[in-house]
T-cell receptor, first 113, second 113 residues
């Protein structure tokens, strides 16, 4: 069975602080895909990144970076120099075939001015 | 923008009444999904479709039915709404460079009183 854990229910930081959102997953598949989605207060779900299980390179996109470590089954998301607009619920998700997505419960990030 | 719309966006209904939610997409995607989002659970798959008239159950399908009579529309029906079906419902399509990403509609907030 597949499972995604986001142990941090809520995080609060002050603007310009760096913040890391944790994601730990469980799967028996050797090929799988990991995702992060952002849900701002307006409610829509925004796709941020997909990572394949056979590519452990970290990725950086502007202030966002992702650290994928198969040895610890983790796919953590770091926001550098956080901004108020980063306030949202962030979901980590896992699937093996594009079909059966398993989502974590989400982490609510509040960035205070 | 994955060209997905959902209607209605908000609905309040009474226990025992039937409710149908509509998902409409304009880009000829074959795969479509219905999820519900509840606090502490992330998103959970209700039903999905892999083509016209081809549907299958997800993790939380009890009390829900779906229909897909044409590619662009995927309908979710609550035959007799219950308070436990109060939730936010998201439709998604499958796409992406490796065809294993999902993109979501804006959501429908359903309240059953």
């Amino acid at each position: 069975a597949q499972k995604v854990t986001q142990a941090q229910t809520e995080i609060s930081v002050v603007e310009k602080e760096d913040v890391t959102l944790d994601c730990v997953y469980e799967t028996r598949d050797t090929t799988y895909y990991l995702f992060w989605y952002k849900q701002p207060p307006s409610g829509e779900l925004v796709f941020l990144i997909r990572r394949n299980s056979f590519d452990e390179q970290n990725e950086i996109s502007g202030r966002y970076s992702w650290n994928f470590q198969k040895s610890t089954s983790s796919f953590n998301f770091t926001i550098t120099a956080s901004q108020v607009v980063d306030s949202a619920v962030y979901f980590c998700a896992l699937n093996k075939d594009g079909q059966n997505f398993v989502f974590g419960p989400g982490t609510r990030l509040s960035v205070l001015p | 923008d994955a060209g997905i719309t959902q209607s209605p966006r908000h609905k309040v209904t009474e226990t025992g009444t039937p409710v149908t939610l509509r998902c409409h997409q304009t880009e000829n995607h074959r795969y479509m999904y219905w999820y519900r989002q509840d606090p502490g659970h992330g998103l959970r798959l209700i039903h999905y479709s892999y083509g016209v008239k081809d549907t299958d159950k997800g993790e939380v399908s009890d009390g829900y039915s779906v229909s897909r009579s044409k590619t662009e529309d995927f309908l979710l029906t609550l035959e007799s709404a219950t308070s436990s079906q109060t939730s936010v419902y998201f439709c998604a399509i499958r796409s992406g460079t490796s065809f294993n990403e999902q993109y979501f509609g804006p959501g429908t907030r359903l309240t059953v009183t």
